[in-house]
T-cell receptor, first 114, second 112 residues
Framework: ETGVTQTPRHLVMGMTNKKSLKCEQHLGHNAMYWYKQSAKKPLELMFV???????ENNSVPSRFSPECPNSSHLFLHLHTLQPEDSALYLC?????????????FGEGSRLTVL | SQQGEEDPQALSIQEGENATMNCSYK?????LQWYRQNSGRGLVHLILIRSNEREKHSGRLRVTLDTSKKSSSLLITASRAADTASYFC????????????FGGGTRVLVKP
């Protein structure tokens, strides 16, 4: 596989469930990102990991918990979510650790919270 | 917060016509990027233009940057139905850290 792979592509969960989104990049990049894309809102940066260290956390509620076990994998653990958390969650990676370079995105995980 | 704002929000054109969309931003930048997103898919990088560049081309795409006006434009020439997508500009935050922020996008519909 090449590029950035996200699983699952679609997820439906209840507010009391615990689930995880997975992202894997096969590009040898040094930085990985989680973005949230809601209807009629700009893309929101949630978390940034550079060399497996979290370097950005944009005031995201604690019901979202990121994990970066190595430079190729990124997870977003979800628990006790709210319906307004329904969105497309996009993972991205970049070679440039400053965060200013080109981002390579996965296809996204469409999350629906009932 | 630092953010690009695209204009117009939506654009409908006939195949073969040119499509132009604009992006304005608030503070100084190191670079500005344009991305395309097909419905329900991930974003795809199109062009990166640095603050010391004024114009850049890639195939049928032409991007300009005017740092004095804090604006950029993306021109798609001889549009095709496959160009139907949302287009986003993204700006860095200068010295504010690992952050690339996106505008709300321009939805482009190219009618065959």
């Amino acid at each position: 596989e090449t590029g950035v792979t996200q699983t699952p592509r679609h997820l439906v969960m209840g507010m009391t469930n615990k689930k995880s989104l997975k992202c894997e990049q096969h590009l040898g990049h040094n930085a990985m990102y989680w973005y949230k894309q809601s209807a009629k809102k700009p893309l929101e940066l949630m978390f940034v990991y550079s060399l497996e260290e979290r370097v950005e956390n944009n005031s995201v509620p604690s019901r979202f918990s990121p994990e970066c076990p190595n430079s190729s994998h990124l997870f977003l653990h979800l628990h006790t979510l709210q319906p307004e958390d329904s969105a497309l969650y996009l993972c991205a990676s970049s070679q440039d650790r400053t965060g200013y370079g080109e981002l390579f995105f996965g296809e996204g995980s469409r999350l629906t919270v009932l | 917060s630092q953010q690009g704002e695209e204009d117009p929000q939506a654009l409908s054109i006939q195949e073969g016509e040119n499509a132009t969309m604009n992006c304005s931003y608030k503070t100084s930048i190191n670079n500005l990027q344009w991305y395309r997103q097909n419905s329900g898919r991930g974003l795809v990088h199109l062009i990166l233009i640095r603050s010391n560049e004024r114009e850049k081309h890639s195939g049928r795409l032409r991007v300009t940057l005017d740092t004095s006006k804090k604006s950029s434009s993306l021109l798609i020439t001889a549009s095709r139905a496959a160009d139907t997508a949302s287009y986003f500009c993204a700006t860095d935050a200068g010295a504010a850290g690992n952050k690339l922020t996106f505008g709300g996008g321009t939805r482009v519909l190219v009618k065959p």
